[in-house]
């Protein structure tokens, strides 16, 4: 059976280029979920955040997650989660139904320094201590669900030749 490779972590620790490095490496399609709601909506995360609200970016974030998942053309790509799509106990099951889940873990201090400057709703909207607060909320969530975590305080380079060695004979 195909599975979806799923990268899951805190803002900032590697999603999009670990996921686009690995993808090329293992030869599978590479999908960045948060780019996905952007075409399906036709809007940008920080408007459909003030426009709609965060609850309705939630749903929408599920919807999308399950319909890349379940396509059963295309269970064999490596897709980037948004920061919070793995809190959702749906979310985390239907990653873990269709594929296996990959923390990168990164510590605060570097996930900061990575994001401080973004336009990303919860960075624009809260403070370094209260980013710090949620990443710590955050933290056993993505370690409850992951398969497998990496350290993505390592390049991408070192990354993906771990996580290669680790998914040999998974996919």
Request: hydrophobic share 35%.
């Given at each position: 059976?195909?599975?979806?490779?799923?990268?899951?972590?805190?803002m900032?620790?590697g999603k999009?280029?670990?996921?686009?490095?690995?993808?090329?490496?293992?030869?599978?399609?590479?999908?960045?979920?948060?780019?996905?709601?952007?075409?399906?909506e036709?809007?940008?995360i920080e408007?459909?955040?003030?426009?709609?609200?965060?609850?309705?970016?939630r749903?929408?974030?599920?919807?999308?997650?399950?319909?890349?998942?379940?396509?059963?053309?295309?269970?064999d790509r490596?897709?980037g989660?948004?920061?919070?799509?793995?809190?959702?106990?749906?979310?985390?099951?239907?990653?873990k139904?269709?594929?296996?889940?990959?923390?990168?873990?990164?510590?605060?201090?570097?996930?900061?320094?990575?994001?401080?400057?973004?336009?990303?709703?919860?960075?624009m909207?809260?403070?370094?201590?209260?980013?710090?607060?949620?990443?710590?909320?955050?933290?056993?969530v993505y370690?409850?669900?992951?398969?497998?975590?990496?350290?993505?305080?390592?390049?991408?380079?070192?990354i993906?030749?771990?996580?290669?060695?680790?998914?040999?004979?998974i996919?």
């Amino acid at each position: 059976m195909k599975k979806n490779i799923y990268l899951t972590g805190f803002m900032g620790c590697g999603k999009t280029t670990i996921g686009n490095y690995l993808s090329k490496k293992i030869g599978r399609d590479f999908l960045d979920l948060d780019n996905f709601i952007v075409q399906k909506e036709n809007r940008s995360i920080e408007n459909i955040f003030e426009t709609d609200g965060e609850e309705y970016f939630r749903k929408a974030e599920t919807d999308y997650l399950k319909e890349i998942s379940t396509l059963s053309t295309k269970r064999d790509r490596v897709i980037g989660l948004g920061g919070g799509t793995i809190l959702s106990d749906k979310n985390a099951g239907i990653c873990k139904k269709n594929g296996v889940i990959i923390f990168l873990e990164l510590s605060f201090e570097q996930s900061y320094e990575r994001i401080k400057y973004s336009r990303r709703p919860l960075v624009m909207n809260n403070s370094k201590a209260a980013l710090e607060e949620i990443y710590n909320k955050r933290l056993p969530v993505y370690q409850k669900n992951a398969h497998f975590s990496v350290n993505a305080d390592n390049g991408p380079f070192v990354i993906v030749r771990e996580l290669k060695r680790y998914l040999q004979g998974i996919i």
